[in-house]
Each structure stands twice: as C-alpha cells, then as structure tokens.
C-alpha cells in the first residue's frame, strides 16, 4: 500500500483535550430519515481511537448544500442519534455551529459533541479565516477524516490545520493510500471501468489514466459521445457534442499508447429514460430514433471478460439508469464480474457515489477491496491533482 506521509492521529496527543474531528457525514435522507449510513459507519474507526487516547471530541460535518442559510430539513440531529447508536456513546447534539450553544458544549465534560450543519454558516465555503478562528478555538486539535469534502478548500477543511495541531484520521489515510496505489504502483493488467451521465466529468481522469492502464472499458451514457467520436450512431442518447473533438484526441492517443477501449456493441433501448417505458436490448446499430439507458448482454460480457483478466480494477459510474430495475441488468454485470475478480485476488476499486449506491442497491458492497467514500475527492486524486485538505496537513508537517 502506497504510504502518503499523512501526520497521524497515532502521533497526535489528544488525551484529556477537546479534539476537532472534520468527518464526511454527508449522508442520504429521505423525509428526514437516513436511508445509508456509509458515511457514519466510515468515521467510526477514527472516532474510536481517539476516544481511547482520551479525547473528547467537537465531530462536525456538512449535509446538503442549505447555501449558508439554517435549513431545519438539513439539521444533523438524525446524524447524531445514528451515530450514538453505532458508536454506543451519548452524542450531544447542538443547533448552532460556533454559538454559545456549541462553545458551551465543547468547554464541557460531555465526550463527543456534534456540531450542527457547517455549511449554515456562509463563512464555510467562503473559507472565512474568521469563521475558521471561531472553530478552531474551540479545541486544542484537529483531525481531518473527510475524504469525501477535501478536495475543497473550506474553512473547516483548510483553516484548523494553519491554528492546531494536526493530523489525518484513518478513513482519510486509508483513502489516499488506496487511491494513490491505483496511479503509482497498479499491478498489471490495469483496467478501469467508467460510467455514468457525462464524459466531460471524466476526461480528466481518463488522460491521466492512458499513461497507467492496460484497458478502459465504458458505459453509462458517457460511453456514447466516444461512440459518436468513432461515427457510430447513437439514436437519441445523450451525447455532449461539444466534447466530441476532445474525446477523438484521446481515443487517438489512446490507441498510440496501446490501451484497448471497449464501447458498447449492444444497448437497451428505450423510448424515454424512466420506468415502465417501452424498450428492448438491440445491437447498437438497430437502436433507431430510441436512446441508450443501459449496456446489453454482449457488452457486459465482454467487459466481464476484460476485468476477470485484470489485478487491478478501477470502478467509477454506472453502466445505465441502475435505479429502475429493467435498466440495471448491466451495472449488477460489472458488480458481479468485479466481485469474482476480487475473490481471485485482484485488487479492485470502487469510487464515486453513484457506484457504491449501485453496490448498495445489489447487497453487494463487501465485494470490492476498497470502496471509496468520496466521489469528487476520489476523481480529483485520480486526475493527479492535490487535494487541499491533504496538502493543508502535509504543510503541519
């Protein structure tokens, strides 16, 4: 596993202090009720040890995006009564974020205190040095465990590292090694499966990707600008035609660097991209005035035959609409095939929320050797790009 030199919570004294946790607590709700507590359980192991160096913890996170306004449909009161019941403490949970609410619950005995929504306050995303001020004092150190909101430069993310001592919790350390071995030392043969709604998304981390993989297999409605790319026509999917000509340079250099890239040959094809809509699988060339919402059968096996041929898989993005079960027959493929891969001992990556939602859906996301909690944070690393909160601790260093 790739060491990234992260300062450690191990090196950290937190006994008898109160420590800032930044945890990426992000989680669905539905009509107020958490409907996959990924996240919550992801933080666990982090919180767990500091409690046992002796830390009280002031944990906080964002939810949604209330745009620095108090929205009471994105309190993290919810998060809070998970947490307690998966960490079995007494959580306190506080309706404001630097107040007198939350500095008189961080002066006091109680172990862990959760703060309410950062992004209540405008001064979060703005990265306000005052608001940062403000949440720093509130503790005698910090603990970055966000993968999934570091590749943002927010005060909470970037500010406390400057005014405390530091360091990354697990979850963040586990993340970057996992996705640092993926770009530094990949096992061959290399392959990466990419999905979902736009190429332009995902560019980036495809030109990155050309110098390290072996093959690039995609689907998802991505797969059909590169189809268009290569004159294929693709009846009424999306495409993003402005991305056409990026996509014929990459396809080209592609094919100078020897990567196989692997598109559809047979699609679902449906009349409207929803439920209960008329539709049948075809070989793409009979797709007509239809639009692509999932790969069919012949792709999926072919796609399953190139990952069961590789050490070392990346997943990101779907291969259709997998939320309505008669366009999700090919992303479960891609699972499937990803899971077997990994039980020969493979070493498999699944990224982005969209995948792990996937594997969530399926019952399957124990089948992956990592499954990153952060989807934006992972492509950004995987594009070779620094994450701010992980160069803001390397410079407490």
Same mark, same amino acid.
């Given at each position: =596993?790739?060491?990234?030199?992260?300062?450690?919570?191990?090196?950290?004294?937190?006994? #008898?202090?109160?420590?800032?946790?930044?945890?990426?607590?992000?989680?669905?709700?539905?009509?107020?009720?958490?409907?996959?507590?990924? $996240?919550?359980?992801?933080?666990?192991?982090?919180?767990?040890?500091?409690?046992?160096?002796?830390? $009280?913890?002031?944990?906080?996170?964002?939810?949604? $995006?209330?745009?620095?306004?108090?929205?009471?449909?994105?309190?993290?009161?919810?998060?809070?009564?998970?947490?307690?019941?998966?960490?079995?403490?007494?959580?306190?949970?506080?309706?404001?974020?630097?107040?007198?609410?939350?500095? $008189?619950?961080?002066?006091?005995?109680?172990?862990?205190?959760?703060? /309410?929504?950062?992004?209540?306050?405008?001064?979060?995303?703005?990265?306000?040095?005052?608001?940062?001020?403000?949440?720093?004092? =509130?503790?005698?150190?910090?603990?970055?465990?966000?993968?999934?909101?570091?590749?943002?430069?927010?005060?909470?993310?970037? #500010?406390?590292?400057?005014?405390?001592?530091?360091?990354?919790?697990?979850?963040?350390?586990?993340?970057?090694?996992?996705?640092?071995?993926?770009?530094?030392?990949?096992?061959?043969?290399?392959?990466?499966?990419?999905?979902?709604?736009?190429?332009?998304?995902?560019?980036?981390?495809?030109?990155?990707?050309? !110098?390290?993989?072996?093959?690039?297999?995609?689907?998802?409605?991505?797969?059909?600008?590169?189809?268009?790319?290569?004159?294929?026509?693709?009846?009424?999917?999306?495409?993003?035609?402005?991305?056409?000509?990026?996509?014929?340079?990459?396809?080209?250099?592609?094919?100078?660097?020897?990567?196989?890239?692997?598109?559809?040959?047979?699609?679902?094809?449906?009349?409207?991209?929803?439920?209960?809509?008329?539709?049948? *699988?075809?070989?793409?060339?009979?797709?007509?005035?239809?639009?692509?919402?999932?790969?069919? +059968?012949?792709?999926?096996?072919?796609?399953? *035959?190139?990952?069961?041929?590789?050490?070392?898989?990346?997943?990101?993005?779907?291969?259709?609409?997998?939320?309505?079960?008669?366009?999700?027959?090919?992303?479960?493929?891609?699972?499937?095939?990803?899971?077997?891969?990994?039980? /020969?001992?493979?070493?498999?990556?699944?990224?982005?929320?969209?995948?792990?939602?996937?594997?969530?859906?399926?019952?399957?996301? !124990?089948?992956?050797?990592?499954?990153?909690?952060?989807?934006?944070?992972?492509?950004?690393?995987?594009?070779?790009?620094?994450? +701010?909160?992980?160069?803001?601790?390397?410079?407490?260093?």
């Amino acid at each position: =596993m790739s060491d990234p030199g992260l300062p450690s919570i191990d090196e950290l004294e937190v006994s #008898g202090r109160r420590v800032l946790v930044r945890c990426d607590l992000n989680v669905p709700l539905e009509g107020g009720a958490i409907t996959d507590h990924l $996240r919550i359980r992801a933080a666990l192991p982090t919180l767990e040890a500091l409690l046992e160096k002796g830390a $009280r913890l002031a944990v906080c996170s964002h939810l949604g $995006r209330p745009k620095g306004q108090v929205n009471d449909g994105l309190r993290l009161a919810p998060v809070g009564e998970r947490l307690s019941k998966l960490l079995g403490r007494n959580v306190t949970a506080v309706r404001d974020v630097v107040g007198d609410e939350a500095k $008189r619950a961080c002066a006091s005995d109680d172990e862990v205190v959760l703060l /309410e929504n950062l992004r209540f306050e405008p001064g979060e995303e703005a990265n306000d040095p005052t608001f940062a001020d403000a949440l720093s004092t =509130m503790a005698g150190a910090y603990v970055n465990d966000a993968f999934g909101a570091s590749h943002r430069a927010h005060a909470s993310i970037v #500010g406390p590292p400057e005014r405390l001592p530091s360091a990354a919790g697990r979850l963040l350390v586990d993340e970057v090694s996992k996705l640092q071995r993926l770009l530094d030392d990949p096992d061959p043969p290399y392959v990466a499966v990419l999905g979902g709604a736009k190429v332009s998304d995902k560019l980036d981390v495809i030109g990155n990707l050309l !110098d390290r993989v072996d093959s690039l297999c995609v689907g998802g409605a991505m797969a059909f600008t590169l189809l268009v790319a290569r004159d294929k026509a693709v009846g009424r999917s999306l495409v993003e035609e402005d991305r056409v000509e990026d996509v014929k340079r990459i396809l080209e250099r592609a094919t100078q660097q020897g990567v196989e890239i692997h598109l559809p040959v047979d699609v679902v094809a449906a009349v409207e991209p929803e439920g209960g809509s008329p539709h049948e *699988t075809v070989p793409l060339d009979q797709i007509g005035d239809r639009m692509g919402v999932d790969i069919g +059968p012949a792709t999926t096996g072919e796609f399953a *035959t190139t990952i069961l041929g590789a050490r070392t898989v990346l997943w990101n993005g779907p291969m259709g609409i997998f939320e309505i079960p008669e366009f999700s027959a090919g992303t479960k493929g891609v699972a499937t095939a990803i899971a077997e891969a990994t039980a /020969e001992g493979a070493f498999t990556v699944a990224g982005g929320g969209d995948s792990a939602a996937a594997l969530a859906r399926f019952g399957m996301t !124990d089948v992956v050797s990592h499954l990153s909690t952060g989807g934006g944070a992972s492509l950004e690393l995987l594009e070779g790009k620094k994450l +701010p909160g992980v160069a803001a601790l390397m410079r407490t260093k």
